[in-house]
Nanobody, 119 residues
Framework: QVQLAESGGGLVQPGGSLRLSCAAS????????MGWYRQAPGKQRELVAA???????NYADSVKGRFTISRDNAKNTVYLQMNSLKPEDTAVYYC?????????????WGQGTQVTVSS
């Protein structure tokens, strides 16, 4: 079992930056693949960025070159640095921890943090 707690959301002007943090507890953080997802009103939840236990990363095309995901296993924390924010980045951002155990996909979610990009 993993508990996840996001922080760092807020209101920012277009072109600004935010850094989201997701603190994990309850299990061995380093073995989990971590991801940031977002869900805008009326839209499906989508993957924004992910980082594996071996630190490979991938990004949605819409955020490539603007967002950076990283992890600090010593602090049991994953980060999402968001630069050059656009109004279309407005959404609730969720942290996800995932792993496969005995052939079963395990997924854990945080409660989400609101990011609003507006002038």
């Amino acid at each position: 079992q993993v508990q996840l707690a996001e922080s760092g959301g807020g209101l920012v002007q277009p072109g600004g930056s935010l850094r989201l943090s997701c603190a994990a507890s309850g299990s061995i953080f380093s073995i989990y693949n971590m991801g940031w997802y977002r869900q805008a009103p009326g839209k499906q939840r989508e993957l924004v960025a992910a980082i594996t236990s071996s630190r490979s990363t991938n990004y949605a095309d819409s955020v490539k070159g603007r967002f950076t995901i990283s992890r600090d296993n010593a602090k049991n924390t994953v980060y999402l640095q968001m630069n050059s924010l656009k109004p279309e980045d407005t959404a609730v951002y969720y942290c996800n921890a995932a792993r496969v155990r005995l052939g079963v996909q395990l997924d854990y979610w945080g409660q989400g943090t609101q990011v609003t990009v507006s002038s």
